[in-house]
Nanobody
Framework: QVQLVESGGGLVQAGGSLRLSCAASGHTFSRSAMGWFRQAPGKEREFVASIIASGLSTYHADSVKGRFTISRDNAKNMMFLQMNSLKPEDTALYYC??????????????????WGQGTQVTVSS
């Protein structure tokens, strides 16, 4: 079992930066691929970024590539999303997600078993 708690969201102007954090509890964190997803009002939940259990490989959606960076610290059971050059279209509820242990990284919401409650990111123009 993995429990996830996101933090770091807020209101920022376009062009600004935020760093989201995901604190995980549970003994399988270091063996679990992780991901960030987001959902804007009236839209489907969409993939943002994912990272393999070791942290050595990452994947980012085309819409955030070059602006967002996913990372993790297995010693602290933490995952992060550094978001730079934010745009109004990045406004959404951002979710941290974990796959069951020892599975390959996924890029759809259906690949992930554990979810946090979400943290709101609002980018003003």
């Amino acid at each position: 079992q993995v429990q996830l708690v996101e933090s770091g969201g807020g209101l920022v102007q376009a062009g600004g930066s935020l760093r989201l954090s995901c604190a995980a509890s549970g003994h399988t964190f270091s063996r679990s691929a992780m991901g960030w997803f987001r959902q804007a009002p009236g839209k489907e939940r969409e993939f943002v970024a994912s990272i393999i259990a070791s942290g050595l490989s990452t994947y980012h959606a085309d819409s955030v590539k070059g602006r967002f960076t996913i990372s993790r610290d297995n010693a602290k059971n933490m995952m992060f999303l550094q978001m730079n050059s934010l745009k109004p279209e990045d406004t959404a509820l951002y979710y941290c997600a974990a796959r069951a242990a020892n599975l390959r990284v996924g890029m759809t919401q259906y690949d992930y078993t554990y979810w946090g409650q979400g943290t709101q990111v609002t980018v003003s123009s």
